[in-house]
């Protein structure tokens, strides 16, 4: 007969374990002797054992309720089934791991294709704010209209190529700190307006989807962070009329 202590050496766990096993129903509790303790038999120590094998193991404590009485074939196909749930369990950490590294990196966040796109930005010459903008943006196309997403970053990516087109994507940059009074904001309106012309339907503008408020978030999103392109996208949607 041996006390909680010793057994709890002997399986190589804590005196709290041996007690979770308790309440939970996986080793019985012996009856108390006349001086009020538990003693515990070589059959405790041999089931306490099995179960802490079970555990370490990786089988759930509520399966290894089950299991421990079980005869041995059902007891072997068990742990085929938890080996089984355990490789899935596996292979979905190892995914997550993968993408954290990704997300550490700064990559995994962006939609296939705009890392490219920024990094011709980058090339064109635009600022770090313009592209650091930019990727939230298109995190945000691609999250709320994914259908589209991928047509509209190739419209851009294809008007980026025009240097015309181009010039006025820089300016538009540029302008991000001007006076909304500044002549400049002006003349780049008049300009953003013959363009938009020349390119495309003004009544049926890439993006624009009545049913969505999208659009729109987007707009005052790219307003709110300078007053020169708020006047600027006023001026437009005035002179497009």
Do not use: C
């Amino acid at each position: 007969m041996i006390t909680i202590g010793r057994l709890a050496r002997y399986a190589g766990v804590t005196i709290k374990t041996i007690r979770v096993y308790h309440a939970k129903g996986l080793l019985p509790e012996p009856e108390r002797d006349s001086s009020g303790y538990r003693r515990y038999t070589a059959r405790h120590a041999i089931d306490l054992i099995k179960i802490r094998s079970l555990a370490d193991a990786g089988v759930p404590l509520a399966r290894i309720r089950d299991l421990r009485a079980a005869p041995a074939a059902d007891l072997r196909r068990a742990l085929h089934e938890i080996d089984g749930d355990l490789t899935a369990r596996i292979g979905e950490l190892r995914r997550v791991r993968r993408r954290l590294r990704r997300l550490a990196a700064g990559d995994d966040l962006l939609p296939t294709g705009v890392g490219a796109h920024l990094d011709r930005l980058r090339e064109y010459g635009f600022s770090d704010h313009w592209v650091a903008f930019q990727a939230d943006l298109w995190i945000l196309v691609f999250a709320t209209h994914p259908e589209t997403a991928t047509e509209l970053l190739q419209d851009q990516a294809q008007a980026l190529t025009e240097p015309a087109l181009r010039r006025i994507f820089l300016d538009y940059d540029g302008a991000h700190d001007l006076a909304p009074g500044d002549p400049r904001v002006d003349e780049l309106a008049d300009r953003m307006v013959r363009a938009i012309r020349d390119r495309y339907d003004p009544d049926h503008l890439p993006g624009q989807d009545p049913s969505s408020d999208i659009p729109t978030l987007i707009q005052a999103t790219v307003n709110a962070s300078s007053p020169a392109w708020r006047r600027l996208d006023a001026l437009v949607r005035r002179r497009l009329g």
